[in-house]
């Protein structure tokens, strides 16, 4: 009788130990499945824009021209990752430099994006850099460098042509902030609210 109780307990330990992994690898298999093949194919277009770069080819894979179009733009306000393009157009070519465009979750700056290229670089001539973000036509832009820690560097104030894109020439390939809010303003004005 004893003996039987002990297998008794061991199968079923097994069964459990059996249903907990089962559920595990279920739960890790539908988690990341996904999410993992929307990386393959970011990479796979990162790869392929950078490549049409390069050889001067429009983004949309026809050889017809020395300038890249601006690709149609997915804007994802609720996770932060946008799927758009930066293109960088210096006298009539486009730049081989990719880049990436993260939505600030900030309440504080709200319609704030921050702007990362693949090389940084010093320019001979100005080059037109076009953002896409979620933009109206003839919204104020605030372009600017640096960061909410080390405190921020107004570059210039554009508005934009039209909807969703922003555009603005610069010698100076960097991480830019692209705000639709004043940073500057509002940095200034919460600071003399606190000295008060």
Partial sequence: ????????FAFLVSVLFICCVAFGITAYSRNYSGNGMDMDDEVRSDAVYTLNGYLGM????????????????????????????????????VLPISGTVTKMQDAFYPGTYVVRFSNKAILTSEATVKVRIDVAKDDQVYILTGDKDKGYTQVEVVTADEDNCVTFDTGVIQDYTISKTDIISAQAAMASVMAN
């Fill in 58 to 93: 429009e983004d949309n894979s026809s050889a017809g021209g020395r300038e890249a179009s601006v690709a149609e733009h997915n804007i994802d306000d609720g996770v932060g990752r946008l799927t758009q393009r930066v293109t960088i157009v210096s006298d009539g070519n």
């Fill in 1 to 8: 009788m004893k003996n039987t109780r002990k297998w008794l």
